[in-house]
């Protein structure tokens, strides 16, 4: 039985990885693992790290702000906004404590803004469809 290929896709850039023989990634079910010849399987990563080993034995540890993760034919995709990788735990650790963590934070100022303005469009909309015609 052959490795999984893994593709990486971001907005900004994909990769492909090939002879991937374990990942281990969590979705909202808990821990999960996937090896060759697995069954097709879909989910949503949650925030954080995952990790995946080559056939040389070396781990590789993903960090990701969400993600769809799909497996079929022993080719493993995952879709994402923004993606880091490293084989060391530590630095992209860090990583996601820091860069990672202030692009969240970011985007969901960002998300709170647009709910508020959404919020007193309607309020406005609505004042409007109350006044005598």
Known sequence: MSG??????????S?????VVSFVGTDASGSFGIRPGRTTFMTVLDY???RFRTGTGEWFY???PGAVLAFAGNALTISTRRYLYDTDYRRISDLLGGQLAEEEAALQSIKDNLEKLEQELFRRLRSLDRRPQ
């Open 4 to 13: 999984i290929t893994l593709h990486l896709n971001s907005a900004v850039r």
């Open 15 to 19: 990769e492909r990885i090939d002879d």
């Open 48 to 50: 954080g790290l995952s």
């Open 62 to 64: 993903l960090a990701c």
